[in-house]
């Protein structure tokens, strides 16, 4: 039975909320420490960040930057080249089109498979000689086909740069993500499963582009010297945030865990219904940053959203416009069949580490509730 149906007022189930480190004292402590060290930005608790991160991404070279966004920017703008063109999935955030443009390259768009993840056979297809990189995204946590990718790029003379934002933590079959790009972006915004508040990391396949990276990220020179040699941002990472990271770091298998729990708690739940669900293929594991739906039917999509807010269930519309029907991109790129079709059915619902089990069952309920009498 729903609260709707017993008339209490039920707290309002969010969408996406970061959980705290399980020892904030221990954190508060750290922020001290910092604070009266007078160290602000760029000292040693990034660089412990940056070595603590390297075994949930393959072992690489991993840089600490600002935001994911940026690190886009970062390995996009040294990989690529002005003018040449990069492959990017027709569904996804708006950040890794965004970056294409930020890195003076034209997009192009490749069509996604059934779950929304860059279809090798579709990029294959767009590969001219002027491609310079393809940029899959491990969407919503679900490792994308980064090793065909890899290959492909490869035997074509581009880079594969991979949009990780959603993934610290997900493992393909064999292997943690992050380590068949060139290079491999992650966030720790506070919507994503580290939640950190604002930052993010690139790992580099080797240490030249590992070294061009953090070029990129100071200015495009070297800390101490006066030059510099090419494109650069400030993507200098707080000290506070990234001893947040390494807190939430402790308890992060734990937190991994907790969201697959939650997936099989919907999934066994909505057996039956119209739609689909995201989530790993068999042998993977997927960070879960987001839990998307997709609708059989997409005009359930509004009168559902509406039961789920009435039910105190926050939703988010995420990836519901594809990338071809975006302002920005009117008239600029081909359109897709599947990019377009997921995106009419697109629905995210709350997946985050302080979703209890009550909450989750409230959310299926209301899913059943809709299906079987509201509609
Ligand atoms: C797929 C994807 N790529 C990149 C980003 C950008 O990450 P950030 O917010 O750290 O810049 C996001 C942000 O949510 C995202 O969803």
Known sequence: MTSST??????????????????????????????????????????????ELEPWTGNRPVIAVTTATNGLIAAMTTLGEPGAEAIVPSYTFLATWQTVLWSRMV??????????????????????????????????????????????????????VVDAAHALGSRHADRPVGADGDAEVFSISSTKPLGAGEGGFVTARDDELEQALRR???????????????????????????????RNLERFEAQLERRSEIHRRYATGMEGLPLRLSGPLAGQRSAHKDQ?????????????????????????????????????????????????????RTLAIPMHGRLTDDEVDHVVDTMHDYFQGGR
């Open 6 to 51: 017993t008339g209490t007022k039920r707290a309002t189930v969010r969408i996406n909320v970061p959980l705290p480190p399980h020892d904030i004292d221990a954190f508060l402590a750290d922020a001290r420490q910092i604070i009266e060290s007078g160290w602000l930005a760029g000292g040693e608790h990034v660089a412990a960040l940056e070595r």
């Open 107 to 160: 997009p192009v768009v490749a069509d996604v498979d059934e779950r929304g993840l860059l279809d090798p056979s579709a990029v294959a297809a767009a590969i001219t000689d002027r491609t310079r990189v393809i940029v899959p995204v491990h969407l919503a946590g679900m490792p994308a086909s980064t090793d065909k990718l890899r290959d492909l790029a490869r035997q074509n003379g581009a880079a594969l």
């Open 216 to 246: 990129f990220a100071f200015y495009g020179g070297r800390p101490g010297l006066g030059d510099t040699y090419g494109p650069g941002l400030n993507l200098r990472v707080p000290e506070l945030t990234a001893a947040l990271a390494r």
């Open 292 to 344: 998307l739906v997709w609708l059989d039917d997409p005009a359930d999509r509004s009168p559902l959203v509406e039961q789920l807010t009435d039910a105190a269930v926050e939703t988010r519309l995420y990836h519901s416009i594809a990338i071809p029907d975006l302002t920005a991109f009117e008239g600029r790129v081909s359109s897709t069949d599947r990019g377009r079709d997921l995106a009419k």
